[in-house]
C-alpha cells in the first residue's frame, strides 16, 4: 500500500489485520533464495495494536513453525531474540528500551556460524550464540496478534 512517509517511495508491505488473537503470528516468507551466513534488514513501523505492537524479522526459516526471530516491541519497548521450534518461542536474547510507534525504524541482524547480532537503528543491541538451526533457510517478514505494522526496503546479503 501507499505510504508518503516510506523510506522508499511510495509503496511499503502492510501487515493490516485487527485479529486480536493472542497467539498469532503472521509471517510474510520470500520466495526466493535460502540463506545461512547472512545480513539482513528491513525499515519497519509501528502503526497501532492494542493486544501487541511487534515486527520483526525471520531467517533461517525451515517452515512457518521453526525459525529464528529477531523483533521489536512499542507497547513493551524491547528487543527480543527467539528460536521458535515446533510452533514454541524461546528467547534466548534481548534489550530493553524505548521503541517508538508511528516512526520508521532499522532492524539488522548479522547471522555467522551460530553467532547472531542484532541491531537496532544501526545499534547494537543484542550478541548471542545458538545452534538451534545450522543449515540455509528462506527469510521473512513477522508480526503479532493485532499488530499493524508497514515494513519497507527488506534487503538481504550473503554474507
Request: aromatic share 10%; net charge neutral; glycine share 8%.
Amino acid at each position: 500500500m501507499a505510504d508518503p512517509t516510506a523510506p522508499s517511495k511510495p509503496n511499503v508491505v502492510a501487515q493490516t489485520s485487527t485479529d486480536t488473537t493472542d497467539y498469532r503470528f503472521p509471517l510474510l516468507i520470500a520466495d526466493e533464495g535460502s540463506f545461512k551466513d547472512l545480513e539482513l534488514s528491513v525499515r519497519f513501523k509501528a502503526v497501532s495494536g492494542e493486544v501487541d505492537r511487534a515486527g520483526g524479522l525471520v531467517f533461517q526459516l525451515k517452515d512457518a513453525k521453526n525459525y529464528y526471530l529477531t523483533r521489536a516491541n512499542a507497547l513493551e519497548d524491547n528487543y527480543r531474540l527467539y528460536h521458535v521450534v515446533g510452533g514454541n518461542r524461546r528467547q534466548f536474547g534481548g534489550a530493553n528500551f524505548k521503541v517508538t510507534s508511528r516512526e520508521w525504524h532499522e532492524l539488522r541482524i548479522e547471522c555467522v556460524g551460530n553467532k547472531i547480532i542484532c541491531y537496532y537503528d544501526g545499534a547494537k543491541k543484542i550478541e548471542a550464540t545458538d545452534d538451534t538451526f545450522k543449515d540455509a533457510g528462506k527469510i521473512g517478514l513477522w508480526t503479532k496478534a493485532d499488530s499493524v505494522i508497514y515494513s519497507d526496503d527488506l534487503r538481504v546479503v550473503a554474507k
